[in-house]
């Protein structure tokens, strides 16, 4: 049974920082391209930052420079280092495991505040 279990969000106040963690269990992880998504209010789900199993990463413009993708294989865990956030950055946060399928978690609800 794959699970994708998401953590640290929270309420935060302009300018601040969260780091998001997503612990995976029942897939191959290492082997497997991570993915952070998030959907706000009344819009559609948006992918936010990659990694794959190469280490490469990828950021939506709207990240680059303040939001930090990376994984710990030894720990089966993603990790999304936010920093400068912005009251548009405010959304649900999911984690999403692709490789010949795609999982997700059940998402982790980011407030930013001013």
Partial sequence: ???LVESGGGL???GGSLRL???ASGIIFSLHAMNWYRQAPGKSRELVATILSSYNT???DS???RFTISRDNAKNTVYL???SLKSEDTAVYYCNANRYDSYWGQGTQV???S
């Fill in 63 to 65: 990240v680059k420079g």
């Fill in 58 to 60: 990828y950021y939506a």
């Fill in 81 to 83: 280092q936010m920093n």
């Fill in 111 to 113: 407030t930013v505040s």
């Fill in 1 to 3: 049974q794959v699970q």
């Fill in 21 to 23: 963690s997503c612990a």
């Fill in 12 to 14: 935060v106040q302009t």
